[in-house]
């Protein structure tokens, strides 16, 4: 809970700097720091053993000045009024950074998908689209997946939205699976956002990917494609670690065999006795650090201690504000998380268009098109950062709200 007080704050006054260094008044602060709808709803399903269960449900629509919003739908017991307005407000920077003519959305409902069967979660999923229905569409307000939501969740709403509206509607929501209009490349796409920003990194830096020293916190889903793109790129990935602990392995692990025991197992640390902690992990020697699993793991209290070149945040907030400073001190190249993972919902924007036109590209031509998203968002924010001696994760704040606010202004809302 104390994570969404910190993201809230942190997002605010870092938006608030922004709009300053873009010469806007606090008018423009004032209409920016809070989505400008927020929608609550209740949801009462009927459970498998027939009782009643009615559960809490949100969606922030943050600021539709430059086009529809846009963000992911998470399903979880921790799940506040909070963190939904935050991270849509997140949404509107990344779409801002990727240059999607979207603003931010978010949305989630307060339950644990965990102890649900399929049938709780497909009624619960319908009736959170009928109430929220009137709000939502391809053309004002377009959902994704997030934590604990995937492709079938996502064909279980846009079946319900379709029904509503009597048409297919498969622009409504994204994430979808391939037989009903998902893109390819979508599964993979937060991942390889991410290694498309390492690389332009590694040009600013001057290290080669082939051979470079890399570590990584958390082996999910964004964690453990990161760790097979790079190590294909020749990378040597020196560690990696989950919950338990961290694997390490200074002449690079065998990251192929490492995802196999994953897939057969769900985890890989426990399975070796010879685990270093989190803690240490952070401290190795390497080039690159990414940091894949929670929020506030680099702080004050060790940003000190860490050696490598270049971190990119894969993960939402690793990073406090104190030790972004600390770190920018001492010359480390800090990938901000809004830059660092804004590849998900670019791909997410690619789907659409292909479901708006109803034709569909190719994998590569789907790759090509991240490429030039990310390689470009890298590249304005590294040169703005310079340019203004700005630290990166301001830099990226600024580009990400810059249409936003320009736009409102125009239409007159600040
Ligand atoms: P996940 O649940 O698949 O994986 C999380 C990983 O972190 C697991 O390997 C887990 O063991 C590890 N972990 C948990 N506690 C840890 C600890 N104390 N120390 C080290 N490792 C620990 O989640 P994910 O989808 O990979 O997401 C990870 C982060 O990336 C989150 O912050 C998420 O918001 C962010 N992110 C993910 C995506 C995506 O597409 N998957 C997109 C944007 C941002």
């Given at each position: 809970?104390?994570?969404h007080n910190?993201?809230?704050?942190?997002?605010?006054?870092?938006t608030?700097?922004?709009?300053?260094?873009?010469g806007?008044d606090?008018?423009?602060?004032?209409l920016?720091?809070?989505?400008?709808?927020?929608?609550?709803?209740?949801?009462?399903?009927?459970?498998?053993?027939?009782?009643?269960?009615?559960?809490?449900?949100?969606?922030?629509?943050?600021?539709?000045?430059?086009?529809?919003t846009?963000?992911g739908i998470?399903?979880?017991?921790?799940?506040?009024?909070?963190?939904v307005?935050?991270?849509?407000?997140?949404?509107?920077?990344?779409?801002?950074?990727?240059?999607?003519?979207?603003?931010?959305?978010?949305?989630?409902?307060?339950?644990?998908?965990r102890q649900?069967?399929?049938?709780?979660?497909?009624?619960?999923?319908?009736?959170y689209?009928?109430?929220?229905?009137q709000?939502?569409?391809?053309?004002?307000?377009?959902?994704?997946?997030?934590?604990?939501?995937?492709?079938?969740?996502?064909s279980?709403?846009?079946?319900?939205?379709?029904?509503?509206?009597?048409?297919?509607?498969?622009?409504?929501?994204?994430?979808?699976?391939?037989?009903?209009?998902?893109?390819?490349?979508?599964?993979?796409?937060?991942?390889?956002?991410?290694?498309?920003?390492?690389?332009?990194?590694?040009?600013?830096?001057?290290?080669?990917?082939?051979?470079?020293?890399v570590?990584?916190?958390?082996?999910?889903?964004?964690?453990?494609?990161?760790?097979?793109?790079?190590?294909d790129?020749?990378?040597?990935?020196v560690?990696?670690?989950?919950?338990?602990g961290?694997?390490?392995?200074s002449?690079?692990?065998?990251?192929?065999?490492?995802?196999?025991?994953?897939?057969?197992?769900?985890?890989?640390?426990?399975?070796f006795?010879?685990?270093?902690?989190?803690?240490?992990?952070?401290?190795?020697?390497?080039?690159?650090?990414?940091p894949?699993?929670?929020?506030?793991?680099?702080?004050a209290?060790?940003a000190?201690d860490?050696?490598?070149?270049?971190?990119?945040?894969a993960?939402?907030?690793?990073t406090?504000?104190?030790?972004?400073?600390?770190?920018?001190e001492?010359?480390?190249?800090?990938?901000?998380?809004?830059?660092?993972?804004?590849?998900?919902?670019?791909?997410?924007?690619?789907?659409?268009v292909?479901?708006?036109?109803?034709?569909?590209?190719?994998?590569?031509?789907?790759?090509?098109?991240?490429?030039?998203?990310?390689?470009?968002?890298?590249n304005?924010?590294y040169?703005?950062a310079?340019?203004?001696?700005?630290?990166?994760?301001?830099?990226?704040y600024?580009?990400?709200?810059?249409?936003?606010?320009?736009?409102?202004?125009?239409?007159?809302?600040a």
């Amino acid at each position: 809970m104390a994570d969404h007080n910190n993201l809230v704050s942190s997002t605010q006054q870092i938006t608030k700097e922004a709009l300053n260094k873009l010469g806007f008044d606090e008018g423009m602060y004032e209409l920016i720091k809070e989505p400008l709808r927020f929608l609550e709803v209740r949801i009462p399903i009927r459970m498998d053993d027939g009782t009643m269960q009615t559960f809490t449900g949100y969606r922030a629509q943050h600021n539709h000045a430059v086009g529809p919003t846009k963000g992911g739908i998470r399903f979880h017991p921790d799940v506040t009024k909070e963190e939904v307005k935050a991270l849509s407000m997140w949404m509107t920077l990344k779409c801002g950074i990727a240059n999607l003519p979207y603003g931010g959305g978010k949305g989630g409902i307060i339950c644990d998908p965990r102890q649900m069967s399929n049938q709780e979660l497909e009624r619960l999923s319908r009736a959170y689209v009928r109430a929220i229905s009137q709000f939502v569409g391809p053309s004002s307000d377009i959902p994704a997946p997030d934590v604990y939501t995937n492709p079938q969740i996502m064909s279980w709403m846009m079946d319900e939205y379709s029904m509503i509206n009597r048409s297919n509607a498969f622009a409504f929501i994204t994430g979808k699976p391939l037989a009903l209009g998902g893109s390819l490349g979508r599964n993979r796409a937060t991942a390889l956002g991410a290694v498309i920003t390492i690389e332009e990194a590694t040009k600013r830096r001057n290290i080669s990917i082939n051979n470079s020293r890399v570590v990584i916190q958390g082996f999910g889903n964004a964690g453990s494609f990161i760790a097979k793109i790079l190590h294909d790129m020749g990378a040597k990935i020196v560690a990696i670690s989950e919950s338990y602990g961290a694997l390490y392995d200074s002449n690079g692990l065998d990251i192929d065999h490492l995802i196999e025991l994953k897939e057969q197992h769900g985890r890989v640390t426990h399975l070796f006795d010879d685990v270093i902690s989190n803690k240490d992990l952070l401290k190795l020697d390497c080039d690159i650090l990414v940091p894949a699993a929670l929020s506030n793991q680099i702080t004050a209290d060790n940003a000190n201690d860490i050696k490598a070149n270049i971190i990119a945040e894969a993960a939402n907030g690793p990073t406090t504000q104190e030790a972004t400073r600390i770190l920018n001190e001492r010359g480390i190249l800090l990938i901000p998380d809004v830059l660092a993972s804004a590849g998900g919902v670019t791909v997410s924007y690619f789907e659409w268009v292909q479901n708006n036109q109803g034709y569909y590209w190719s994998e590569e031509e789907v790759n090509t098109k991240l490429r030039h998203k990310m390689v470009d968002a890298f590249n304005n924010i590294y040169d703005l950062a310079h340019d203004r001696k700005i630290d990166m994760r301001l830099a990226a704040y600024v580009i990400g709200i810059k249409r936003t606010a320009e736009a409102s202004r125009f239409r007159g809302w600040a």
